[in-house]
């Protein structure tokens, strides 16, 4: 009781946020999951397997259990891995049911999200109030929406940690700081390498603009150089073991998007001012034009607080104060670097970073730099907080409170949803064709062979799921790409590319159970 009087405000935001983005979209009884019944369910299919394998029902990971004979088929896309625990933990309370037990694992990232920041800003700032408007726009912004069709982004908890670290380490150069940060960077490549390469990149961003903004001295320099040559190797080490894979999948196929994929995908100017459908505010920027093939990437309109935020860090700023200056120096030079205007952009320089053509979409740097805005709405709620007076002090507060929620709340219409109930029914549906097949129980892999061209992916997810409850392995598969001789499977799914596939990996095509 009284942990929720000292945080109670936070408990009522954090509720906020979770209906606005969460239970309005998935429904208070779980019926819906956000997405499709493609890049959704690749992702819930991910951390399935990621559990059975921890519990012992598949061996050697790295081989997976789709793109049968494949091998080091996991290492096509990211594998999510630091996840697991929290994914087998909510799998205890699913009462076995996959689709609930990832819904629950979203419930527990957006709260950890929320939390996470929420202490991050907290121990910066000592004010709860403003704590939590910012932990809001971190974890719930309207900016962040897009992004909800492929729920792997929830995944980005130790964000704010890994900030807090590193900015207490260049504020006092104290070993056990950078430590701790270098921890927070390498678990969040464990929960996602897409996430852990954008967080690297702009917490460098945000390094080289404290040691400017605070003309940090030489000595000071040589002692941050010593820590990161001493921390530097250890954790690249304990990333080897995922990044030796990954690295080997670039060299054999050479997938990865080309420069002019990734330049559709550098946000315009105009993509900021481009808002999420659905919007209750601001649904008149839905039709900003961003000049991009892949327009639906580039909804990262933040709401009108962030921007209003953003122009009082200029302010404050110019009038040299430290953090607002760090905070809008980062902004900028990320912005510099991050942003496409009439065919030109900076990144270039980036992409040449080693793995940065993992990060296939640009635009979803924005669910490392939202951190920033969020920091920014933090100091600004702090400001209009800080009355002696403790009632208009709570009156600010909740004012705060009901502008934020205003400004980035987006009708569940806005979201692309699927149903449960009919996934379930399409997985099942595989599964019993599986089981009554003479001879399922003697072949190591089945393949579900439809015939049909359309959204054939979809079918394909129906397959692989349905293998995970088997606990057998498929030749369907699906993921960020795949061997150029799986092509014909892709596309066809008949008994013909079935065979070509297998002729080219030496494998029996008899030994396959075909599944109609």
Not at 133 to 142: E, K, R, V
Not at 179 to 184: D, E, G, T
Not at 491 to 499: A, K, L, Q, R
Request: one cysteine or more.
């Amino acid at each position: 009781m009284t942990y929720f009087k000292t945080h109670w405000f936070a408990i009522l935001v954090l509720m906020a946020g979770l209906h606005i983005v969460f239970f309005q979209v998935y429904g208070y009884d779980l019926k819906n999951i956000a997405g499709d019944l493609g890049d959704s369910r690749f992702i819930i299919a991910i951390t399935e397997y990621n559990h059975q394998w921890f519990t012992g029902n598949y061996d050697n990971y790295w081989d997976g259990f789709f793109f049968f004979p494949e091998k080091e088929g996991i290492s096509y896309s990211d594998n999510l891995l630091g996840i697991t625990p929290f994914y087998s933990l909510a799998r205890l309370f699913s009462g076995g049911n996959v689709l609930t037990a990832f819904q629950l694992l979203l419930v527990l990232c957006h709260v950890l999200n929320f939390w996470a920041c929420y202490w991050t800003f907290s121990k910066i700032s000592g004010n709860r109030f403003g704590a939590a408007a910012g932990a809001f726009i971190f974890a719930f912004s309207i900016a962040l929406n897009g992004i909800h069709n492929h729920p792997q982004f929830t995944f980005r908890f130790c964000i704010p940690l890994f900030f807090y670290f590193l900015y207490l380490y260049l504020s006092d150069k104290k070993l056990k700081n950078a430590i701790y940060a270098a921890l927070m960077l390498l678990c969040q490549f464990y929960l996602g390498a897409y996430l852990g390469t954008f967080l690297m990149v702009i917490g460098g961003f945000f390094a080289l603009c404290y040691l400017v903004v605070n003309k940090v001295n030489l000595k000071d320099l040589k002692r941050i150089f010593i820590h990161g040559v001493s921390i530097g190797p250890v954790i690249i080490a304990l990333m080897a073991p995922l990044l030796y894979f990954y690295y080997r999948r670039v060299k054999i196929t050479g997938f990865y998007a080309t420069y002019d994929h990734f330049m559709e995908t550098v946000p315009r100017f105009s993509s900021y001012f481009k808002s999420f459908p659905g919007s209750l505010l601001w649904a008149g920027l839905e039709k900003t034009d961003v000049h991009s093939i892949f327009s639906w990437q580039h909804y990262l309109f933040p709401g009108v607080i962030v921007l209003v935020s953003i122009l009082a860090g200029i302010y404050f700023a110019f009038r040299k104060d430290k953090l607002y200056l760090l905070l809008i120096a980062t902004i900028t030079l990320f912005l510099c670097f991050t942003i496409w205007y009439d065919g030109h952009t900076m990144y270039g320089f980036i992409m040449k970073i080693p793995g940065i053509k993992t990060a296939r979409v640009v635009t979803r740097f924005i669910t490392v730099f939202i951190f920033f805005a969020a920091w920014l709405v933090c100091l600004n709620a702090n400001k209009l907080t800080q009355s002696s007076s403790k009632p208009w002090r709570l009156i600010a507060a909740m004012l705060i409170a009901f502008m934020i929620a205003a400004d980035n709340f987006c009708f569940s219409s806005g979201f692309r949803t699927f149903s449960k109930k009919d996934c379930e029914d399409r997985v099942n549906l595989v599964v019993d064709k599986v089981k009554n097949a003479p001879g399922s129980h003697s072949k190591e892999a089945f393949a579900y062979i439809p015939g049909i061209k359309e959204n054939s992916h979809f079918y394909h997810l129906d397959a692989m799921l349905a293998a995970l409850e088997l606990k057998k392995k498929t030749v369907n598969g699906y993921s960020s790409s795949c061997n150029r001789y799986y092509g014909p499977v892709w596309t066809n799914i008949d008994s013909v590319s079935v065979d070509f596939w297998c002729r080219h990996m030496n494998y029996p095509t008899d030994s396959v159970l075909l599944v109609k």
